[in-house]
T-cell receptor
Framework: EAGVVQSPRYKIIEKKQPVAFWCNPISGHNTLYWYLQNLGQGPELLIRYENEEAVDDSQLPKDRFSAERLKGVDSTLKIQPAELGDSAVYLC?????????????FGEGSRLTVL | QKEVEQDPGPLSVPEGAIVSLNCTYSNSAFQYFMWYRQYSRKGPELLMYTYSSGNKEDGRFTAQVDKSSKYISLFIRDSQPSDSATYLCATVSGYSTLTFGKGTMLLVSP
């Protein structure tokens, strides 16, 4: 069974440029998460989708970050414009059900460097 | 105070040692307790999870939860160099957000 697929794995951009990350969750998983992981820190939730609906986006900086999950499968996370402090790893995860028992399946992450 | 506290390490041990990794949490509503393992430049992977208090064993790994003291532990017996990774504890309650600790980096030397 294929795992969570993310692309690109690495991205280097200059500040003020836009960037987008793509995630394909495990087939059949209704819930999709985007997490931010800074160096030496644990993942922090940015947004959680239940099918197409964003059910928790309270930690998403909406002035520059946006996300979508069209048709309840793939998802895209966008940053525009990027700032130096956005350099981090962006992790996508999926799970089968909304009842959060903590069993999440993570992708390998997209590592962003903003110069 | 963060909801989940974890010593970042690094923790260095020789091969074969018994490793003890620990976390504390503040929210008594947490019901599920997880340990994720994260290798360098990889995403976290679920290692073990327990519901409520008690012990759970899986091979060389034992997870322990003490809800009375809000303490979560992971023990690794006969540690191997392949166990070298960052170990993240995490907790959740029902439909709430999964909350991670900072992670403890473990280095097992041959």
């Amino acid at each position: 069974e294929a795992g969570v697929v993310q692309s690109p794995r690495y991205k280097i951009i200059e500040k003020k440029q836009p960037v987008a990350f793509w995630c394909n969750p495990i087939s059949g998983h209704n819930t999709l998460y985007w997490y931010l992981q800074n160096l030496g820190q644990g993942p922090e939730l940015l947004i959680r989708y239940e099918n197409e609906e964003a059910v928790d986006d309270s930690q998403l900086p909406k002035d520059r970050f946006s996300a979508e999950r069209l048709k309840g499968v793939d998802s895209t996370l966008k940053i525009q414009p990027a700032e130096l402090g956005d350099s981090a790893v962006y992790l996508c995860a999926s799970s089968f059900s909304f009842e959060n028992t903590g069993e999440l399946f993570f992708g390998e992450g997209s590592r962003l460097t903003v110069l | 105070q963060k909801e989940v506290e974890q010593d970042p390490g690094p923790l260095s041990v020789p091969e074969g040692a018994i490793v003890s990794l620990n976390c504390t949490y503040s929210n008594s509503a947490f019901q599920y307790f997880m340990w994720y393992r994260q290798y360098s430049r990889k995403g976290p992977e679920l290692l073990m999870y327990t519901y409520s208090s008690g012990n759970k064993e899986d091979g060389r790994f034992t997870a322990q939860v003490d809800k009375s003291s809000k303490y979560i532990s992971l023990f690794i017996r006969d540690s191997q160099p392949s166990d070298s990774a960052t170990y993240l504890c995490a907790t959740v309650s029902g439909y709430s957000t999964l909350t991670f600790g900072k992670g403890t980096m473990l280095l097992v030397s041959p």
